[in-house]
């Protein structure tokens, strides 16, 4: 997470002589860190002047001279951290304001998973792991290491004696290479004291694409297996291997047999073969609710299993194993303007909803402002408390362009998206005016009331700009979503005439302005040319003409379990045509494996929706619709 430190110089003291130089400023750009990690940060200078930074802090009285920041190493829970630039010098001039280079840290160890298995209750292995700098550590169960130094690693496994019997280990010696990441090496020991040996084979998957094959057997034995492998050291028996469905990239890979038993002896090793065939993905609805009154999104608190969906008229329904709640989880439908395209038009949860319960609601109040409110609850309670408070008000008068979504990012911040302030073509510029709320994302931080602005946003210090906006050129995103695996920002941006986009960004990325009403889509708007965007804007992902449609309704990648195959691609659809289709982005951001799902097309597709298992929803009419296999 992007940190900016601003250090400002102050106002000549009195008494001092008025023909001394002014003070100057310093600004630092910090990024990199995982939230809630500060930078460690080492600020010398003329006359002695020495200060730490570890927060976000405004450092004044700077004489002129030169400044010597020294960015030490960060450790976390996840690993360990370096700066680079680790140390650089920057010139402060009188009266001005000097900018160092930004500092980025990334991640600089690893860390390495060890399990073990196959021992008795009770009885714990014998392993050695050693690795660079004469790192040496006894394991004896499953256990992480954590802030490892990159290389290669080698863990050694010893027999074991326990219930009179001696447990030999799979493998005695393997090597394992840890890189600077935060995804873990593996490796697994092993033991068993018997002496068969069970060759399984599998084919018919992509490289990269791990089967999903599950051996039981005699005295309790269960294994996971992902690959061709031998297991060894088998207690002689009847083993049971079950195969299920695995799917890569829109692409269902079905295994033969599905099940089936080996009978494992100690006189010559047992074999056992498992081909999955594929078959192109295919997607279908099924109906979850029907009846209600302008529903417009739905969510759910992280593993949460009820639904809950957000009616226009000002309610929140709650869907619990698939019956619709009489009893509305919240109404504050009086204080709700639930004309044209006005209404409640999203909530979310707060990260520590299981603890605090409190949760946020977006909606046009009776004036037509745009209102995000904060609600509490108990965890697990099907009907609501009471507000604590409005967190935000934003000014608005059109009847439309309002955006719709406020969503929490994977840095613990509330991001909420208003639209341009309505009517057509932004009359006021207010996309591109920083000066106003309308047609950007705001990022604030709302563990305080009613909020305050992170200092890390891009535009905090600046006379010019409203701190809260985290991008602009926006004209009415309507529904955007954090992908916190590729760590990306994907935002559905309903276009004006001719044009519906997606943009994706970094979620580090700030002060990004996405073009309107300079652009719409790829193309220059106002003026109608000449609109140079090479620079200065961000351009979508993706775009499409009014030809195949009229107004983006922006979804989610799918990070669920019950559709492997669609695991990292992103889901959108087109309100007035209905149909869903479907990308995939690249390390750059490229929009790519584009297809279309036909048995998804439904009419007046407003949102789609994501549960508390990262399984994906849409909404069409009065009905809620789950995204399913056939």
């Known amino acids: 997470m992007a940190v900016a430190l601003l250090v400002a110089g ?28 500060q930078p460690a940060l080492t600020v010398t200078g003329p006359n002695g002047y020495d200060v730490q930074l570890t927060t976000s802090d405004t450092l004044t009285a700077l004489r002129p001279g030169a400044y010597t920041i020294a960015a030490a190493p960060v450790t976390t829970a996840s690993g360990r951290y370096a700066a680079t630039p680790a140390t650089q010098t920057i010139t402060v001039s009188s009266g001005a304001t000097a900018r160092a280079g930004d500092i980025s ?22 392993l050695t792991v050693t690795g660079p700098n004469a790192f040496s550590q006894t394991v004896s169960r499953t256990d992480t290491l954590d802030v490892l130094e990159p290389g290669t690693y080698t863990i050694a496994a010893a027999d074991v004696q326990a219930s009179g019997r001696t447990y030999r280990p799979d493998p005695a010696t393997q090597p394992a290479t840890v890189s600077a990441s935060l995804t873990h090496a593996r490796a697994t020991v092993a033991y068993g004291a018997g002496t068969g040996r069970l060759d399984l084979t599998i084919a018919g998957l992509p490289p990269g694409t791990d089967a999903s094959v599950t051996v039981t057997g005699p005295a309790g034995f269960a294994r996971t297996v992902v690959a ?96 619709m709640l009489a009893p509305p989880f919240l109404d504050i439908a009086s204080r709700v303007n ?60 059109g009847e439309n362009h309002h955006g719709g979504l406020i969503a929490f990012g994977p840095d613990g911040m509330l991001y909420v998206a208003p639209g341009d302030g309505g009517c057509c073509g932004d009359p006021q510029n207010n996309a591109q005016n920083m000066g106003t709320l309308l047609g950007k994302m705001l990022r604030i931080d709302v563990r305080t009331h009613p909020y305050t602005v992170p200092a890390d946003n891009p535009f905090v210090g600046q006379a010019f700009a409203r701190p809260e906006i985290w991008a602009s050129g926006l004209r009415n995103p309507w529904r955007f979503s954090f992908d916190a695996v590729d760590e ?32 719409e889509g790829t193309a220059c708007y106002n003026p109608s040319t000449g609109c140079n965007p090479s620079g200065q804007l961000t351009l979508p992902a993706l775009e499409y003409l009014h030809s195949q449609g009229c107004s983006v309704t922006g979804g989610y990648v799918y990070r669920g379990s019950a559709i492997p195959e669609l695991t990292g691609h992103y889901l959108y659809a087109d309100f007035c045509q209905g149909w869903v289709r479907s990308f995939r982005a690249t390390s ?21 929706g994501r549960d508390g298992m990262g399984e ?15």
């Open 10 to 37: 102050g106002l000549t003291a009195c008494g001092e002589d008025p023909t001394a130089p002014e003070p100057g400023n310093l600004a630092v750009i910090v990024a990199g860190l995982p939230a809630g990690a």
């Open 105 to 126: 840290y990334a991640v600089a160890t690893g860390g390495l998973i060890v399990t073990v298995l196959g021992l008795p209750a009770g009885a714990l292995g014998s």
């Open 228 to 323: 061709t492998t031998s297991l060894q050291n088998l207690e002689p028996g009847t083993y049971t291997i079950t195969a299920a469905i695995v799917g890569s990239n829109l692409t269902t890979y079905t295994p033969s047999p599905a099940s089936h038993t080996v009978d494992v002896s100690d006189a010559a090793p047992a074999t056992s073969t498992i081909a999955y065939g594929n078959a192109p993905l295919v997607l279908d609805r099924e109906l979850v609710a029907d009846g209600l009154t302008a529903p417009v999104f739905l969510t759910s608190p992280e593993g949460d299993p009820r639904q809950f969906v957000v009616e226009r008229n000002g309610r929140i329904r709650v869907i619990v194993n698939g019956t």
């Open 338 to 397: 639930f004309t044209g395209e006005r209404g409640m038009l999203s909530m979310t949860f707060a990260p520590d909803y299981a603890t605090s319960g409190t949760f946020f609601t977006y909606y046009v109040n009776l004036a037509g402002d745009m209102v995000v409110e904060r609600f509490w609850s108990i965890p697990g309670e099907n009907v609501a408390g009471g507000s604590l408070g409005v967190v935000m008000v934003i000014p608005h008068r």
């Open 488 to 519: 990306r920002l994907y935002i559905g941006d309903v276009g004006q005439d001719a044009r519906e986009e997606v943009n994706i960004t970094a979620t580090t990325l700030g002060g990004s302005n996405y073009g309107w009403r300079l652009m």
């Open 588 to 608: 750059t951001g490229a929009a790519t494996d584009h297809h279309s799902w036909p048995a998804l097309t439904l009419p007046l597709i407003v949102s789609f």
């Open 616 to 630: 994906l929803y849409m909404i069409a009419g009065d009905e809620v619709w789950r995204i399913v296999r056939p």
